[in-house]
């Protein structure tokens, strides 16, 4: 879904059927239409956090006054101009000045429309301060931290209604190409190394679109030893997320080291991931000894079993000195379906357990209540009762 709701202004009705059509297809809301910009400010009252995008069919590139005057009323929103003809550089460079973020001929192509919707979305789509970094890191490799971050960043996509996108952070090799089974053509190394030269644009085009609402940048598919980004690279790319999404996950390797530490301390909340076994146990202790404790993390049990002799939560919060403990049951058979199949649990098994304690978890960290809960499906249910014949490892 486009982020920014649309009021359009136009009374030629030739074009106005080719505005609804471009913005259909970008998934764009049309809040309001009117005749000229006279009639829209008479009957348009915004609030000063309520953002809208007009887009202005002006009568001639020649006369700006209706420009100038709806930039100068409706400070700080986008206007795209749609102008008639071929007008000089100079005066496009003119409507820009008088208060057009985007012009754009008419009649205009498709790409063209499309390419100033996506500027525009860059710019405006999203506030850095209002975004929410959640950064998921397990106390130890194997954890169960990237499982976690898949499911929890499609949740929030998909049953929270919140553009989302999910970095994979690992420098050296990852795994969450194969988590969901797609062929990236770039990962967090390719931009990295951009380093402060990275922007919310090259971002967007580099990232794969998962489902609607869910974008993903996975790390590198390949060994790479030799790299080390600079924490301003790592802390640029943080940033051009958090202009594109509602959320942005990160999959944080759990190194314990200042790039580690860098990560979780610009994130609005951290998850630490760990297992129901003594040496998991003591790996987190650590953990938050060494200074996760400092980031109030939520700490998460994975695979848990409620049955388990001397590893029940009030002996395991009291163990670790934490009053944010979650757990996520233990049904790994059709977790490790979802893992082979390349397709978060929601696709395959809604009905899982350790679906609704990641739901919980996502209302924890986003901070509010899903919007709906998807039903299953005939055709997921029996996908689901296939792929857990084949599914019996551990992971």
Do not use: W
């Amino acid at each position: 879904m486009y982020p920014l709701k649309t009021i359009i202004i136009s009374r030629d009705d030739q074009v106005l059927p080719e505005i609804r059509r471009e913005l259909h297809n970008a998934r764009a809301e049309i809040d309001s239409c009117y005749p000229d910009v006279a009639s829209m400010i008479e009957h348009v009252s915004l609030g000063h956090d309520e953002m809208r995008l007009f887009i202005v069919h002006l009568d001639s590139i020649d006369d700006l006054t209706a420009l100038k005057h709806l930039s100068g009323i409706y400070v700080g929103r986008p206007i795209l101009a749609l102008v008639d003809g071929n007008p000089s550089v100079p005066a496009i460079v003119h409507a820009m000045r008088e208060g057009a973020t985007q012009v754009v001929l008419v009649p205009f192509q498709s790409d063209d429309f499309d390419e100033a919707l996506q500027s525009i979305e860059t710019q405006f789509g999203h506030s850095v301060g209002k975004s929410r970094l959640i950064a998921v890191t397990g106390s130890h490799g194997g954890a169960g931290a990237t499982t976690i971050s898949v499911n929890l960043a499609y949740e929030i996509a998909q049953t929270f209604e919140l553009d989302c996108i999910l970095l994979e952070l690992s420098t050296s090799i990852g795994v969450l190409s194969s988590f969901l089974n797609i062929e990236p053509r770039h990962t967090t190394r390719d931009l990295l190394e951009i380093g402060e030269d990275l922007d919310a644009y090259i971002l967007q085009h580099a990232m794969v679109s998962f489902v609607e609402r869910l974008s993903v940048l996975p790390g590198p598919f390949h060994a790479a030893v030799d790299f080390q980004p600079s924490p301003v690279a790592r802390q640029r790319l943080i940033q051009c997320a958090r202009q594109l999404a509602d959320i942005v996950i990160v999959d944080v390797p759990p190194t314990l080291d200042n790039d580690q530490f860098e990560i979780l301390d610009v994130a609005n909340a951290v998850v630490l991931v760990a297992e129901q076994t003594i040496p998991s146990i003591q790996m987190t202790s650590e953990s938050l000894r060494l200074g996760i404790r400092a980031h109030s993390p939520v700490v998460v049990i994975n695979k848990f079993d409620a049955d388990l002799e001397g590893f029940g939560t009030s002996r395991l919060a009291n163990i670790l000195k934490t009053d944010r403990l979650r757990t996520i049951s233990d049904d790994r058979a059709v977790v490790n379906a979802s893992i082979n199949s390349g397709r978060p649990l929601r696709m395959i098994a809604s009905h899982s357990p350790a679906l609704s304690d990641i739901d919980a978890l996502a209302e924890d960290v986003v901070g509010k209540s899903r919007r709906h809960r998807p039903r299953p499906s005939l055709l997921r249910n029996l996908f689901t009762a296939g792929a857990s014949m084949f599914a019996g490892h551990d992971v």
